[in-house]
C-alpha cells in the first residue's frame, strides 16, 4: 500500500516536474480536434466550391452537348449539300466531258470542211480555166459555124443573082426562109408537064457552072453533104400523080444538070439527088390561084455534112473538164458531216447527128 501510494504520489511529482514542457493529453486532443475541425470545415468549403465547379461543369457540359448536337446536325446538313454539290460537279464534268468531246468533233469536222472548202476553190479554179478555154473554144466554134453559114448563104446568093442575071427577072427566084433556094415551076416546066422547056436551059446551064465553080474548089466541098433538087406541086389532082409529078420534074432537073455541058458536073454526081413531094409541103394556101403557083415550085437545098459540123463540136468537146463530180464525191465520203459542195458544173454533151443539118440544110 505504501509503495502504491509512493508510486502515485512520485508519478504526480514526477508529472508535476514536466507539466510545463509537455502538453497535456487533454490539449492535444483539443489541438487533434480542432485540426479535425478545420480539416472537415475546409473539405466541407472544398465540396462546396466543387459542388458548384461541378454544377457549372454540368452545365457546361450539358450546353456541350447541345452545341455538339448543333454541331452535328449542322455537320449532317454540311454533308448533305457535299454529297449534292459532289453529285453536281460529277454532272458537270460529264457535261464537261461532253462539251469537249463536241468540240473535238467540231475541229474534226472544221478540218474537214476547211479541206473541203479548199479542194473545192481549186475545183472552182480549175472550172474558171475550163470556162475561159471553152469560151475561147466557143468562140472559134462560132467563127468557123458563122464562116459555112456564110459560105452556104455565098453560094446560095451566087445561085439566085446569076440565075436573076440570065432570066432578067427576080420574082420568080429567092431564097425562102429554110435557106432553099425557091424557083417557080413555071420558069422549067409547063402546067402539069415534067418536060423542061427550051428556054429555061440557059438558067440551067448557068446552074451547071456555079455547081462546077464551087464544087471544084476542095475547101467548099469538104462542108458539102448533097445537093437536093425537090418537087412541089399544088394539091390540084389526086396525091399520087402530084408525088409522081413532082418526082419527074425534079429528076427532069437533075439529069439535065447532070448531062448538060458534056456532062461537066457528072464528076460531081455524088452529091446530088432529087426528090418529089407532091402536094405536102406547101408554103402558100392552095386555096387560091396564086397560093397554088407559089406552091408548084422546084427548091434548091444544100446539106452540110453533119461530120464536118460535128468536127468542129468535137474539137470543142475535145477541153478537158476537171472531174468535178468524183472529187466531190471522194469528200462526202471521206467527210459525211461536212457541208455538201455546190454542184458541179456537168461536162457539155455531143449533139446529136443530123442536128445541123437541119439547121443548115
Avoid at 450539358?62 to 455537320?75: F, G, H, I, K, N
Avoid at 413532082?246 to 452529091?271: H, K, P, Q
Wanted: hydrophobic share 40%; net charge negative.
Amino acid at each position: 500500500m505504501r509503495r502504491a501510494g509512493y508510486s502515485s504520489v512520485a508519478r504526480k511529482e514526477e508529472s508535476g516536474g514536466e507539466q510545463g514542457f509537455w502538453p497535456s493529453y487533454a490539449d492535444m486532443m483539443s489541438a487533434v480536434a480542432l485540426i479535425l475541425f478545420f480539416l472537415m470545415l475546409l473539405s466541407y468549403i472544398q465540396n462546396l466550391i466543387t459542388g458548384n465547379d461541378l454544377q457549372n461543369t454540368q452545365e457546361v457540359l450539358a450546353d456541350t452537348r447541345l452545341r455538339v448536337t448543333e454541331a452535328e446536325a449542322d455537320y449532317a446538313d454540311a454533308m448533305a449539300r457535299y454529297a449534292a454539290a459532289q453529285k453536281e460537279l460529277e454532272g458537270l464534268t460529264d457535261d464537261l466531258n461532253r462539251k469537249q468531246d463536241e468540240l473535238e468533233a467540231y475541229a474534226i469536222q472544221i478540218a474537214e470542211q476547211t479541206d473541203t472548202i479548199t479542194a473545192q476553190e481549186k475545183l472552182i479554179g480549175d472550172q474558171k480555166a475550163y470556162l475561159a478555154a471553152a469560151d475561147n473554144e466557143i468562140v472559134a466554134m462560132r467563127n468557123q459555124m458563122q464562116t459555112i453559114a456564110v459560105l452556104r448563104l455565098s453560094i446560095l446568093n451566087q445561085i439566085r443573082d446569076s440565075i436573076v442575071d440570065v432570066m432578067g427577072d427576080s420574082s420568080k427566084v429567092k431564097i425562102g426562109d429554110n435557106g432553099n433556094i425557091i424557083l417557080s415551076d413555071g420558069v422549067f416546066f409547063d402546067l402539069g408537064s415534067s418536060q423542061i422547056k427550051p428556054e429555061s436551059e440557059p438558067v440551067l446551064r448557068e446552074l451547071i457552072q456555079v455547081f462546077t465553080t464551087f464544087l471544084n474548089n476542095p475547101d467548099n466541098a469538104q462542108y458539102i453533104d448533097s445537093i437536093v433538087i425537090s418537087g412541089h406541086t399544088d394539091s390540084t389532082g389526086t396525091d399520087e400523080e402530084n408525088r409522081i409529078l413532082s418526082t419527074d420534074r425534079a429528076n427532069s432537073v437533075l439529069n439535065y444538070l447532070l448531062s448538060a455541058d458534056n456532062g461537066s458536073l457528072s464528076r460531081y454526081a455524088e452529091y446530088f439527088c432529087a426528090a418529089g413531094y407532091g402536094e405536102n409541103r406547101p408554103v402558100a394556101s392552095n386555096d387560091t390561084t396564086a397560093g397554088q403557083a407559089q406552091n408548084r415550085r422546084i427548091e434548091i437545098s444544100m446539106i452540110l455534112k453533119d461530120e464536118t459540123v460535128l468536127d468542129i463540136v468535137d474539137q470543142y468537146l475535145a477541153i478537158d473538164v476537171p472531174d468535178t463530180r468524183s472529187a466531190l464525191s471522194a469528200q462526202e465520203e471521206a467527210s459525211p458531216a461536212a457541208t455538201p459542195a455546190p454542184s458541179a458544173t456537168p461536162a457539155p454533151t455531143a449533139t446529136p447527128k443530123g442536128w445541123f443539118g437541119g439547121l443548115f440544110g
